[in-house]
């Protein structure tokens, strides 16, 4: 008889100190180590306790998760909210900066036509250059605008790339056809994304490569893609182009960045910088290779739409 009562104290010291454990555990706290599962009495106490140990880590796991989805939803609002801030900006600066530039340009046209007569060859030569930095400021705030709004909005849906590419063709026929270009598509699989950044993204990476290639040369583009280790899809589009210095690799991406080799084609330094953001905005990344005389290889990474393939990727 006594035997049975001393069983129940011990018992009920037992559910005590789990009762504390339990609190302890609520306060994220938890106070049961290796020493304390040794100690107790038997294997269905150790258990338990070993039970609210991993009870304590799977709270504390969970927290952390929690707590690391709150801040990335949060700063993910602060980011849309300095972006639509920077939109609004960009508008009123647009707005502000192309005034007196639409003045500089209609004053010069106006000089122009009234006092053609009584002006010497340089001041004229002089007037039109006014107007062609007039013409390209203007040009320049134009891209600037572009940029700060471009893809704040998006809608991610499956996209199939092979068809989205091919039409490429018809997208770029007069480019391909005025330099004699070939563009060879391979095997593109399907990614989750917003369509028409996607075709803009291609459009710009295959347009720069039937771009900037020799004199007397004609461009040759490769689209390629694979799936690297992480189980993404891994975009390649390659080129026999004039390419680049391994210098001007990591800041060919820059907004308005003009790499040497840029100097005798025409274009506004914006294209790459669209580039970038594209591939931010589907959380990739876009780097690229290249070497002068011998072409340039760009490479991107997009989530591909199918998660069975994700996951067989990486086992």
């Not at 799977?58 to 909210?81: H, N, P």
């Not at 997208?171 to 563009?183: I, N, Y």
């Not at 003009?258 to 953001?277: F, M, P, Q």
């Not at 290249?290 to 072409?295: F, H, K, R």
Request: aromatic share 10%; hydrophobic share 40%; proline share 1%.
């Amino acid at each position: 008889m006594r035997n049975s009562v001393d069983n129940k104290k011990k018992e009920d010291v037992f559910l005590s100190k789990v009762f504390n454990h339990f609190l302890d555990i609520s306060n994220g706290e938890c106070n049961i180590d290796n020493e304390v599962i040794l100690s107790a009495e038997s294997e269905m106490q150790s258990q338990i306790l070993y039970g609210l140990l991993y009870l304590h880590e799977d709270i504390t796991d969970s927290k952390q998760e929690l707590e690391a989805r709150i801040k990335e939803e949060y700063d993910l609002k602060l980011l849309k909210d300095k972006n639509r801030e920077l939109e609004q900006f960009a508008y009123k600066a647009s707005h502000d900066l192309k005034e007196p530039v639409r003045t500089i340009q209609s004053f010069t046209r106006l000089i122009k036509s009234k006092y053609f007569e009584g002006i010497n060859p340089k001041a004229l030569e002089y007037l039109e250059y006014i107007d062609q930095s007039a013409r390209q400021m203007s040009e320049l705030i134009s891209y600037l605008l572009d940029f700060a709004r471009f893809g704040n909005e998006g809608k991610m849906e499956k996209v199939d790339l092979q068809l989205l590419v091919q039409n490429l063709y018809f997208d770029l026929k007069s480019q391909l056809e005025v330099s004699k270009g070939q563009l060879f598509i391979g095997e593109l699989h399907a990614v989750i994304g917003d369509k028409i950044l996607l075709k803009l993204l291609f459009q710009n990476l295959v347009s720069n490569s039937l771009k900037y290639v020799a004199e007397g040369a004609y461009p040759i583009v490769k689209i390629s893609s694979r799936f690297n280790d992480q189980g993404f899809l891994e975009f390649c589009v390659e080129d026999n182009g004039i390419g680049m210095c391994t210098s001007d690799l990591e800041s060919v991406f820059d907004i308005f960045k003009r790499v040497k080799t840029d100097k005798n084609y025409e274009g506004s330094g914006i294209g790459l910088a669209h580039c970038k953001k594209i591939t931010d905005l589907h959380h990739g990344k876009i780097w690229a290779e290249s070497a002068l005389g011998v072409g340039t290889k760009f490479y991107f990474t997009l989530k591909p739409a199918s998660a069975e393939k994700l996951v067989l990727v990486k086992a």
